[in-house]
C-alpha cells in the first residue's frame, strides 16, 4: 500500500496543527504571533519549507506502513 500526500494536504495538515498548537498550547501572545507568523510567512504552500516538511511527512507515513506490514508478517500464528 502506499499513501502519499501532496503538498496542499500536507499545507492543510500543517495549517490545522499550528492552529490547534496556538490555541491550545497555553503559549503567550508573544509566542502565539511568532507561530502566526512563522505560518503565514514562511510556511506557505509551495515553500521550500512546505516542500522539506511535505516530503518528511510522506517518508514518515512510508516508513510506518512498511513497519507495520513487516510486524504483521514476523507475528505467529498461534496468538
Known sequence: MKVELD????????SLL??????EAGL???DRATV????SESMKPG?????????KINAEIARVIQTK?????????WR
Open 69 to 77: 506490514a513487516r510486524s504483521a508478517v514476523m507475528k505467529p500464528d
Open 18 to 23: 499550528a492552529g490547534r498548537l496556538i490555541d
Open 47 to 55: 515553500s521550500e519549507g512546505m516542500r522539506e516538511l511535505t516530503a
Open 28 to 30: 503567550g501572545n508573544d
Open 36 to 39: 502566526r507568523r512563522w505560518r
Open 7 to 14: 503538498p496542499e494536504e500536507a499545507h492543510e495538515l500543517f
